[in-house]
């Protein structure tokens, strides 16, 4: 079954608890944008966020770091409560080392590639990563319009895991709504992040459980 990944970016933190208690009861993941300022244009939350979040929630804390040197930011993330980190390919001077720190710290690893960047950057780190996250925007702000050619490159790199009968798994994030959830599913995609479409929904809960439901059918 497809999974789905809110976007803590896009809520409403006055109402945030009421929030997390919505998607306490309908998403699988809480996915979590870092943002520094430098590598992308714009500054979120850091660790204490996360670790405050951490002892109410049952859910897949999902932390996208789009930092410059993640490294620096690997642990501190992963003793918040991040149950995977996820770093950019552009971002890392040596992504296997990088890689293999995520896993040292026990933690799923992923790596996030930006729209202009080729499937061909991952070629040798793939058999070493839990996940891959495709951005369908130019990475630093919610609430951008769906690259519709994220979904060919979506279907490309589903079959390069299949190929090479990898467990790896696809995420996609950036302009997902309830009118694509299915295309980016039927194009081989395993999770979802939305952020807008959700959290600007009139019910939270039904908006998670209708785009599972759409990119379920999909599938």
Aim: with cysteine.
């Amino acid at each position: 079954m497809t999974k789905i990944a809110p976007s803590l970016l896009s809520a409403d933190f006055w109402q945030l608890s009421r929030q997390m208690e919505a998607l306490e009861e309908t998403a699988d993941y809480l996915h979590l944008d870092i943002m520094d300022g430098c590598f992308v244009p714009n500054l979120s939350f850091g660790p204490a966020l996360v670790a405050a979040l951490r002892p109410h929630s049952r859910l897949f804390f999902d932390v996208h770091l789009m930092v410059q040197d993640p490294d620096r930011f690997l642990e501190s993330f992963r003793l918040a409560g991040a149950d995977s980190l996820t770093v950019h390919a552009e971002a890392c001077s040596h992504l296997h080392r990088t890689v293999q720190k995520i896993k040292s710290l026990g933690a799923a690893a992923g790596v996030a590639v930006c729209p202009a960047t080729p499937l061909c950057a991952l070629t040798e780190i793939l058999p070493e990563l839990d996940m891959v996250l495709l951005m369908s925007v130019n990475p630093g702000f919610g609430g951008q319009k769906f690259i519709p050619s994220s979904l060919e490159k979506a279907a490309k790199l589903r079959q390069m895991i299949d190929e090479r009968g990898l467990s790896v798994k696809i995420e996609i994030d950036g302009g997902i709504t309830l009118e694509n959830a299915a295309k980016a599913a039927a194009s081989g995609v395993d999770i979802l992040v939305s952020g807008a479409a959700l959290f600007g929904a009139p019910d939270l809960a039904a908006a998670v459980r209708e785009m599972r439901a759409l990119a379920s059918s999909a599938k």
